[in-house]
């Protein structure tokens, strides 16, 4: 990596896992590439086993949740509204606060309450199926501000459940908007809800391939390389896009992501940033893009750094540590990947079983989290590891089914599923 860029990336991440310490702010996690901090985490569970408590969800959702500080928020249906709950990190319930009208999900394991809550410890921005967007206050639940999407700017075209979740800018909350009909990107003033900036997003791609549940990434810039201070990466339609995230500018685009015209490589997973490498699962799973950063325009010529078939991931987004990204494939094959070069670096297959992966791999204490939709979960030896080679050193189940992220917060994993909010530690 480029030197001045290598300081600038750890500069801000720095400052973010300062500001962030023992919280998971957002689905990815205090540093959006599902990293964890902290240590004593316990490596087996069961129903009756390592559980510090278990809090059954008034109605169904599947948003991973957000911490800060003593505030554990989650997002799920009560009554036939969108609503939010908010737990102490004893379980204890401490507010909950009721939106709009729900709009349910059309498949078995989704809901009209998929995205995820983020938060910057004074306030937590809620998105739902029904266009609803809110801002609370953390530390009562009182509703700020809120607007709906869907009544601004039109109806929801998807064809199946909304699954991307807000970001935050330095002074925005963003939401991409990536379906059949108006696409868009959109920014909201954080405290004010006032529109900020709204930047089409209409590319060429057929049918369902135009439509997308990833969640982008806002980065820190490169002024040298002329950047702007931070950056919008967003997958979807068959492209990566950057944007200024200031203003919604596009920067660049890389297309290509579906040279056969596929007309149903609609996307879930969600980009990461590895270095100056922009990673991009596609394809439902049968291919990982690595581009990058960089440029003005359509550089798909120029900066696409490698492309691998046959192992990518179709719905969990991967997660990085330093130069290494593990991927999680739907069916449980696990793989480190060299970012620079995109080769395998080590692979394995979890145990086969009728349950797919929703959830995405959690790196924390040296290991990898990965949890399946029937609650089973493997922990495994980490990126790094002696010996660079796939090995299960661990594995716990809950029973219950899981497509929400585990998020690991000062030696607890809370464990969001479709009926409960878990707690597991070491007792």
């Avoid at 911490?67 to 989650?74: E, S, T």
Wanted: charge should be neutral; glycine fraction near 12%; aromatic fraction near 8%.
């Amino acid at each position: 990596m480029h030197r001045t860029l290598r300081l600038a990336v750890c500069g801000w991440l720095l400052c973010t896992a300062a500001a962030m310490a023992d919280n998971w702010p957002n689905w990815r996690g205090p540093s959006l590439d599902g990293a964890a901090v902290g240590s004593g985490y316990a490596t087996s569970w069961s129903p009756t086993e390592n559980v510090l408590w278990r809090v059954a969800l008034p109605g169904l959702g599947a948003s991973t949740p957000a911490i800060w500080g003593d505030r554990v928020v989650v997002t799920c249906a009560i009554d036939d509204r969108d609503a939010v709950i908010c737990f102490d990190r004893a379980g204890k319930e401490l507010w909950r606060q009721s939106l709009g009208a729900v709009k349910p999900g059309k498949h078995k394991k989704a809901t009209g309450c998929n995205p995820s809550p983020v938060t910057d410890g004074t306030h937590v921005w809620v998105y739902f199926k029904s266009g609803e967007l809110a801002a609370l206050r953390l530390a009562d639940g009182g509703v700020v501000w809120k607007t709906n999407l869907q009544e601004q700017f039109g109806e929801n075209t998807l064809w199946w459940d909304l699954g991307t979740s807000p970001v935050l800018s330095a002074k925005g909350v963003i939401v991409a908007v990536m379906q059949t009909g108006p696409s868009y990107l959109a920014a909201f003033d954080q405290t004010t809800g006032q529109l900020l900036w709204k930047q089409d997003r209409m590319l060429e791609a057929p049918e369902e391939a135009a439509q997308s549940y990833s969640t982008p990434l806002v980065i820190p810039g490169e002024k040298g390389k002329g950047e702007p201070e931070e950056m919008l990466i967003v997958l979807g339609s068959d492209h990566v896009t950057a944007h200024d995230a200031t203003t919604g500018k596009e920067l660049w685009r890389v297309g290509g992501l579906n040279p056969s015209g596929n007309k149903f490589f609609r996307s879930i997973s969600s980009p990461v940033v590895a270095g100056d490498i922009v990673v991009a699962p596609y394809a439902r799973g049968e291919s990982i893009t690595g581009i990058r950063r960089g440029g003005s325009g359509d550089v798909t010529k120029t900066h696409v750094a490698w492309t691998r078939t046959g192992i990518g991931a179709d719905v969990p987004t991967p997660s990085v540590q330093g130069n290494r990204v593990v991927v999680c494939t739907d069916k449980g094959t696990v793989a480190c990947l060299d970012a620079a070069s995109g080769d395998t670096l080590w692979s394995g297959e979890l145990p086969k079983n009728r349950n797919a992966y929703s959830s995405s791999p959690v790196l924390v204490e040296g290991r990898i989290v990965v949890t399946r939709e029937d609650g089973q979960s493997s922990i495994l030896a980490g990126p790094t590891a002696a010996g660079g080679e796939f090995s299960v050193v661990g594995s716990g189940s809950v029973e219950e089914m899981t497509v929400a992220t585990p998020v690991c917060v000062d030696g607890r994993i809370y464990l969001r599923t479709h009926d409960s909010l878990w707690c597991l530690g070491k007792q």
